[in-house]
């Protein structure tokens, strides 16, 4: 019995063992998450100026400090590459997919207010500071999942521009997010949830182009009108 006893610890020690390293690792993976999540909620705050601002400078001093927090961001997937174990980015990824989700959709949104262009993958990989790193990466899914939400949001900034007074963001906006869906549809999409956040698109599109429609029959989409018009919200 007592033998029986001794194969039985030697058999389920090591899995405790085991056991442990693994919580142990997700309990640093939390630290760090917590960091970057910090950082992220002030991004969130910062990008909220272009929903309530036409000013240039102030709009151009959000993406500054923008800019400044995705600092910290690129410490935290630092900090993160050196604790997951080679191989096992897949065990743990679960702890930070949303989040990178979402600065996936940040980046992908200070690009378009600097540039009017789309991020591309690599691009928002050395924004968030995973390019070329060791044990993490970033997912196809994740980058594509934050594409799709920059078109949520840009139908409300595209809204609010007009509360605002700036009548050719809009039309700036509109083509950009026609091509962003052109683009999707490309894509035989098999995940379910990008498939399902896909499907939210076209409603985007929808109200990008309803907003469009109603300052072109007011006859608002014309160049020198919307200047005129944001001169005239500046003052």
Excluded at 11 to 21: C, G, L, M, W, Y
Excluded at 61 to 87: C, T
Excluded at 166 to 188: C, H, W
Excluded at 199 to 212: F, H
Aim: glycine share 4%; with cysteine.
């Amino acid at each position: 019995m007592a033998y029986c006893n001794k194969v039985i610890t030697d058999i389920f020690s090591p899995f405790q063992e085991h056991i442990n390293a693994e919580q142990d690792v997700r309990d640093e993976i939390r630290t760090i998450m917590k960091d970057i999540e910090r950082s992220l909620r002030e991004i969130v705050i910062s990008l909220q100026v272009i929903h309530s601002e036409i000013d240039c400078e102030k709009i151009h001093n959000s993406i500054l400090k923008s800019r400044e927090l995705f600092e910290e961001i690129r410490k935290g997937y630092d900090a993160l590459d050196k604790i997951i174990p080679a191989g096992q980015y897949y065990r743990y990824n679960d702890h930070w997919r949303y989040t990178t989700q979402r600065l996936c959709f940040l980046a992908s949104l200070i690009v378009f207010i600097e540039k009017g262009t789309l991020i591309d993958r690599t691009t928002t990989e050395q924004i968030l500071g995973v390019h070329k790193k060791d044990n993490i990466h970033l997912d196809l899914e994740d980058y594509l999942m934050g594409l799709l939400n920059l078109a949520s949001e840009l139908s409300r900034f595209a809204i609010n521009s007009v509360i605002l007074g700036d009548y050719s963001r809009p039309l700036q906006i509109s083509k950009f997010v026609a091509e962003l869906n052109a683009g999707f549809r490309l894509l035989n999409l098999k995940n379910d949830s990008l498939r399902k956040r896909f499907d939210v698109l076209k409603y985007d599109v929808k109200k990008i182009e309803e907003v469009v429609y109603d300052l072109s029959i007011r006859g608002l989409t014309g160049a020198g009108q919307s200047q005129e018009a944001v001169t005239k919200t500046a003052e």
